[in-house]
């Protein structure tokens, strides 16, 4: 959904389902979401809002898409803010691939690496493991979002796939 969003020049603005529906609507309302694309299991949230699954999913043969502006908002990712309103963080094309490039060459990542992507797509340690993936072609290991939360899984993931990159809070560090 994400590359899908970000190659029709639009702006990503990824909100957690299981939050509550209140923040939920101040992100909507905040953000001024057109549309939301969502699973079965979450709500819609706007009257423009696609559901999307695997007997859905469409890809326009011969797409033209316009050349996006470096400068102009990739995504925009809410905080909690220090009143405890959600507080957007927008952050251009431009800036977030510039960090990526940067870490990739301090760290050398290469499409001999694999990348572990446990990070929720609200945070934005998940900018670094989908677009680094594709920037170094890299692989992206994404696990199933029912198990995503379980250590013992993110070993089995890292044995299987010879995961070489792990990037994480010191929190899930500690855990892992």
Known sequence: SVIA????????????ASQPNQRIQQIVDQAKIKCNIYDEKDNKITDN??????????????????KIDP????????????????????????SAMNTIMDI?????????????????????????DIFASFYANATLILP???????????KELCEKYHVTIYNMVPAQIEMF
């Open 5 to 16: 969003i970000l190659s029709l020049g639009a702006v990503y603005v990824p909100i957690d």
């Open 49 to 66: 809002d696609i559901f999307v699954n695997s007997d859905n999913i469409f890809c326009k043969e011969n797409a033209v898409y316009q």
């Open 71 to 94: 400068d102009a908002t990739a995504y925009c990712i809410f905080t909690s803010g220090s009143t405890g309103i959600p507080k957007g963080v927008e952050m251009s094309h431009a």
């Open 104 to 128: 990739c060459k301090k760290f050398k990542v290469s499409e001999n690496d694999s990348i572990l992507g446990i990070s929720n797509l609200c945070f934005d340690l998940s900018v670094f």
């Open 144 to 154: 199933l979002e029912g198990k995503k939360h379980e250590v013992s899984y993110w």
